[in-house]
């Protein structure tokens, strides 16, 4: 459907450049805008001199395959994979994505997830904070910048699949409290504050779970213990574990 690099012997349905893209199933859509998916996008990239600041996406579609840009405006963070729904309990589309809790120097900020309502998907509404380090997260580690040493990249959102069920949130935990050796740092940026933090490790996530009875306060399961972690040092998944979009019943399982 889409030329990249001279041909479209391809599997791309969305040309880009985006980031962090979601498809899911409207309800409340007509047939004509049924799979919905929204994702950063990167207007000018990669040309330094024709880049913009980033935006937020939104597509409709009727089968998955054949997309069309649609409207939206939204302000401020919406980096990584947002998680959006229509959530029957508010009556409204629910949209879950990053949001950076910000000081006046960058290298203390931290990452956190932020909840926002719209009855349009265009106009939204009720941005508030609802997954970010708590205090026995930040008594984990010191770290040289002031950062808290853990902070969530992200997060994965969803009903318990039962009409009475809870939200389930399975939350990118961000570990980050060292400073790396030499070879290991980024050093992309050239700002020395954003450095300190390029330059953190170990780097790593693990996932951890929480529940909700409306989907705002979240409480944690599990004490610290993460839902589930990386491998052992070496293996595929020695770095990242990274939750997708949704959990897909199988049977009773």
Same mark, same amino acid.
């Given at each position: 459907l889409h030329e990249l690099n001279g041909n479209r012997r391809n599997n791309i349905v969305i040309p880009g450049p985006d980031g962090g893209?979601?498809?899911w199933i409207d309800p409340q859509a007509? @047939? +004509? /805008?049924?799979? *919905?998916?929204?994702?950063?996008?990167?207007?000018? %990239?990669?040309?330094?001199?024709?880049?913009? @600041? +980033? /935006?937020?996406? *939104?597509y409709a579609s009727p089968d998955g395959i054949r %997309?069309?840009?649609?409207?939206?405006?939204?302000?401020?963070?919406?980096?990584?994979?947002?998680?959006?729904?229509?959530?029957?309990?508010?009556?409204?589309?629910?949209?879950?994505?990053?949001?950076?809790?910000?000081?006046?120097?960058?290298?203390?900020?931290?990452?956190?997830?932020?909840?926002?309502?719209?009855?349009?998907?265009?106009?939204?509404?009720?941005?508030?904070?609802?997954?970010?380090?708590d205090e026995s997260d930040s008594q984990v580690r010191k770290t040289p910048t002031g950062q808290p040493p853990i902070d969530y990249y992200g997060a994965a959102v969803f009903h318990y699949p039962s009409d009475q069920g809870p939200y389930l949130l399975l939350g990118q935990r961000f570990l980050h409290w060292q400073t790396l050796p030499e070879e290991q740092r980024w050093g992309r940026s050239g700002d020395p504050n954003k450095a300190m933090i390029e330059r953190l490790g170990p780097g790593t996530f693990d996932v951890r779970l929480f529940w909700s009875r409306d989907g705002i306060q979240f409480y944690p399961v599990g004490d610290q213990r993460p839902f589930l972690s990386p491998g052992p040092d070496g293996s595929f998944d020695s770095r990242m574990i990274w939750i997708m979009p949704n959990p897909i019943p199988m049977g009773d399982e």
């Open positions: 893209a979601s498809v007509s @047939p +004509e /805008e049924r799979y *919905r998916s929204q994702a950063k996008g990167y207007p000018g %990239w990669p040309d330094p001199e024709k880049r913009k @600041p +980033e /935006e937020f996406r *939104r %997309w069309k840009r649609m409207p939206v405006e939204l302000k401020g963070d919406m980096d990584t994979q947002s998680i959006c729904f229509w959530d029957e309990h508010p009556g409204r589309y629910v949209l879950y994505t990053r949001k950076w809790i910000r000081f006046d120097n960058p290298a203390k900020s931290y990452r956190a997830v932020r909840r926002l309502e719209s009855d349009d998907l265009v106009q939204w509404e009720h941005d508030q904070i609802v997954l970010q380090a």
